[in-house]
C-alpha cells in the first residue's frame, strides 16, 4: 500500500521504545513500518510477526557475547534500528528497544506483504545504511501507530536451536493469528 501524505502520520515516539522488550515486541503487532521506496514514494506494511531478544543474559541474543561493533547499537537508547546480514544474501531488520545500556531488540519477521525478514528487506531496500538509523526522526523509515488492537499468539522463536533448550524454548515470538 502506498502512502504519501507525510503530514498526518503519527509515528511511535521514543518513549515507545525504551520500554523492555517483551512490552515492545507484542505491541508492534499491528502497527505500521513506512519505508522510503523512491524519491517521493513511501510503502507501509503491517507488522504481522515480530520476535524479542532481551539483553546479554539471552543466548539467542547477538548481544550475549557483549558490546562488539556490530552489537554497538543495541546498546543504545530504543528506537534505532539494527540490520545484520545472514547467509551472504539477507539484511536481518531489527528495532532496538529498552533503555541505553540495556542491549534489546525485536526482529520484525513478517509483514502483510512479506513472509520471511529477508524477503522483507530485499522487496524494500533495506540494508547496511540504515544501522543505527532513528526511527523516531528518519526520513527514509519510521513505524507508525495505528491503534488497532490485533490478536497475536506467543510462540517458540525461529531458527536458534544453538541458543539451548531453555532460550530456544522461550515463548517470544508474537505473531498475528
Given amino acids: 500500500m502506498l502512502n504519501n501524505n507525510l503530514f498526518f502520520m503519527v509515528r511511535l515516539d521514543r518513549t515507545f521504545y525504551i520500554r523492555d522488550v517483551l512490552e515492545v515486541a507484542p505491541e ?6 513506512v519505508v522510503k521506496t523512491g524519491p517521493k514514494t513511501f510503502s507501509s506494511f503491517q507488522i504481522t510477526e515480530v520476535e524479542a531478544y532481551r539483553g546479554e543474559e ?12 556490530r552489537t554497538e547499537v543495541m546498546y543504545h537508547e530504543g528506537g534505532k534500528v539494527y540490520v545484520y546480514f545472514v547467509y551472504g544474501m539477507y539484511w536481518m531488520l531489527n528495532i532496538v528497544a529498552g533503555p541505553e545500556g540495556n542491549p ?19 522487496e524494500t531496500g533495506i540494508d547496511g545504511s540504515f544501522y543505527g538509523e532513528d526511527l523516531t526522526g528518519s526520513d527514509r523509515i519510521w513505524i ?6 490485533i490478536k497475536y499468539k506467543a510462540g517458540k522463536r525461529i531458527g536458534i536451536d544453538y541458543s539451548g533448550e531453555e532460550w530456544k524454548n522461550k515463548p517470544w515470538r508474537f505473531y498475528v493469528w
Fill in 28 to 33: 508492534l503487532i499491528g502497527k505500521t513500518l
Fill in 58 to 69: 539471552d543466548k539467542a541474543c547477538h548481544a550475549r557475547k557483549g558490546r562488539t561493533p
Fill in 144 to 149: 507508525e501507530d495505528t491503534n488497532n488492537q
Fill in 104 to 122: 534489546q531488540a525485536v526482529l520484525i519477521r513478517g509483514t502483510d506483504q512479506h513472509k520471511g525478514p529477508g524477503i522483507l528487506t530485499r
